[in-house]
């Protein structure tokens, strides 16, 4: 089985990258290319390397505050309108279920709008629909650090707490309107707090790693992976060096990636695992990983490991649709 022709031939989603903010604020032509040769993700290389849907998260540095953050996530956003518009027929934003199949079924070069942090949401409802609105379709609690709506999982004098009530009142909001929620970057407490508060809807990771290899708070424990699962959730495995294997990162591998998933994958079986790369969000990647283009070589180790055409195509789009299609508005 020729990977790379697979990936052209099956609905190919990547769960996570932060490519629009940087190439927004960089002033580069995302569309043509014109100085993104120090970016991993542009559309010629979407592309080239059969990428159907990006996950395109807006993170707003701490030094940019209030409602400053909350412009600048909105000018990002319609930054990704053009950018699609840009790319004419066969490129959109998508925004409902219908919009999704449309993709799946008739392939392209599509983007979904998530945020990763809240501070532009200023903790006021009114804000999260706008955002709504302007085409945001996931929201991850935190960066890493704490904030007005969850506990991060690095934050600040050690100190890690769960949601707030603020907090909860966003997720229950979300799910209202039709927005997935993302526990990546969320503290182990916090995440315990938001599965309560699911109500029966799949939960998403959509940037982790296996605290199995790493125990980091960033990495989900094996029992966080459980029950993210038993939400009918799914995980999109990182490529990032530093959560995938203590080895230097210059010897990290798509070898190291794939032991990941597929620890992941006899945990808690083939439809709870994707890809969510982070391309755009590290300095460093695997050797073998630099960019879209080379998803085909991580493809390669599940077929050498014996996988079957179907599981293969779960994890690197499937399981991606089939949570979005429950999550999305009609």
């Not at 508060?197 to 959509?206: A, E, Q």
């Not at 990182?238 to 070898?255: A, G, I, N, R």
Request: hydrophobic share 40%; aromatic share 8%.
């Amino acid at each position: 089985m020729d990977a790379q022709q697979f990936l052209y031939d099956h609905f190919f989603c990547d769960g996570h990258a932060d490519t629009f903010a940087r190439v927004a604020f960089a002033g580069s032509d995302f569309v043509s290319g014109a100085g993104t040769e120090a970016f991993h993700i542009d559309a010629e290389r979407m592309k080239k390397s059969g990428l159907n849907l990006q996950l395109m998260a807006v993170y707003i540095p701490p030094h940019i505050t209030r409602h400053q953050g909350t412009v600048t996530a909105l000018w990002i956003a319609q930054f990704a309108h053009r950018a699609c518009e840009g790319m004419g027929e066969g490129s959109s934003l998508v925004r409902t279920r219908g919009d999704l199949e449309k993709v799946a079924e008739q392939g392209g070069r599509h983007m979904m709008l998530t945020l990763e942090g809240v501070a532009p949401l200023l903790a006021d409802l009114d804000v999260l629909e706008l955002f709504w609105r302007f085409g945001f379709r996931s929201v991850g609690l935190t960066h890493n650090v704490n904030n007005w709506a969850a506990g991060g999982c690095t934050p600040d004098n050690n100190k890690r707490y769960g949601l707030t009530d603020d907090g909860k009142k966003l997720v229950r909001m979300c799910l209202k309107l039709g927005m997935a929620v993302d526990c990546a970057h969320l503290s182990r407490k916090g995440f315990y707090d938001l599965l309560r508060l699911m109500d029966g809807r799949p939960l998403i990771n959509t940037h982790a790693c296996c605290a199995e290899f790493v125990d980091i708070e960033r990495n989900l424990t094996k029992d966080q992976l459980v029950k993210l699962a038993g939400t009918g959730g799914v995980v999109g495995i990182t490529y990032v060096p530093d959560f995938l294997s203590s080895k230097p990162t210059e010897e990290v591998s798509s070898k190291d990636v794939f032991r990941h998933l597929e620890h992941a994958v006899e945990l808690i079986g083939i439809d709870h695992v994707a890809l969510g790369s982070d391309y755009d969000g590290v300095r460093f990647l695997p050797n073998d990983l630099l960019d879209p283009t080379h998803v085909h070589k991580l493809v390669q180790h599940m077929f050498d490991a014996g996988w079957g055409q179907e599981d293969v195509a779960k994890v690197v789009g499937g399981n991606w649709r089939r949570v979005f299609n429950q999550l999305l508005p009609e």
